[in-house]
């Protein structure tokens, strides 16, 4: 045999390997992908929704195949068919459980748009709809939800955040994002009666009926948050039983408060 006859040999003989390792590799992947099918969902984090209705909304059944499952697609489909759920973490253990970690959200307030109230998570999520209601006060499980203020939005879908348009109205959403988040932090969301964001360098909101707080803008927001209970002690026992106007726009931090009529 010729060198050149060896080297075309070769090269024929580097072609059919090749071809037999991918041949080999896609045997072994058709393999084992009949092997692994989901015979098992664990769900867990739910509270709001029951494990049938997490099972439902993902699209997983048994004998799904595990090789090839698009976990990203699966909780794409949780997050969209649930609103209350704000993430589903998807895992798979093989070789045949999959499992769904979900975290869902919590209804701490409502806006008032277009003859409905949207209640929303403290990131402005909407969680529901209630078509045709009244602009007041509602109560979610016995807690009662801060009623937003002063928002401007133009639409609303249950799942996804309101749109916002023009740049007073967008900065407004923000700060409200900003405040729920802090005060729910604090553990005081649920004392809050309303947060008006109307003015969004005056930003105020009403405390357990009998208080009236100014933030101003969210400088220092936490910490404004955070002496809240303690000044609340101070005022009550100066004017006890009195609606009181508490300001902390001081610069220096200092707090002052006075009672109205």
Do not use: C
């Not at 748009?113 to 929303?120: E, M, Q």
């Not at 509602?138 to 937003?148: A, L």
């Amino acid at each position: 045999m010729t060198r050149s006859s060896r080297r075309q040999f070769s090269k024929r003989s580097a072609v059919y390997i090749t071809v037999g390792l991918i041949l080999i590799t896609i045997m072994t992947v058709i393999g084992l992908s009949a092997f692994l099918r989901v015979t098992q969902v664990r769900v867990s984090g739910n509270s709001y929704y029951t494990y049938e209705m997490i099972i439902e909304a993902s699209g997983i059944t048994r004998g799904d195949g595990m090789m090839f499952m698009n976990t990203d697609r699966i909780s794409q489909n949780v997050r969209r068919e649930l609103p209350y759920i704000s993430n589903a973490d998807v895992t798979r253990t093989l070789p045949n459980a999959v499992n769904i970690e979900v975290t869902e959200s919590t209804p701490i307030a409502t806006i008032y748009f277009a003859g409905d109230l949207l209640l929303i998570d403290s990131t402005g999520r909407i969680l529901e709809i209630f078509p045709n209601s009244t602009d007041g006060f509602i109560e979610i499980n016995g807690v009662k939800m801060i009623q937003i203020r002063g928002l401007e939005i133009s639409s609303a879908t249950v799942g996804n955040h309101p749109r916002i348009d023009g740049l007073i109205a967008e900065t407004a959403y923000q700060h409200m994002q900003d405040i729920l988040a802090a005060m729910e932090n604090e553990g005081i969301a649920d004392n809050v009666d309303f947060l008006d964001v109307s003015n969004i360098v005056n930003i105020n909101f009403g405390y357990s009926t009998m208080y009236k707080v100014i933030l101003g803008g969210i400088r220092d927001l936490r910490h404004k948050l955070g002496i809240l209970p303690s000044t609340i002690a101070r005022v009550h026992a100066e004017y006890p039983g009195s609606f009181v106007v508490i300001n902390m726009t001081d610069p220096s931090g200092s707090v002052n408060f006075w009672p109205e009529p």
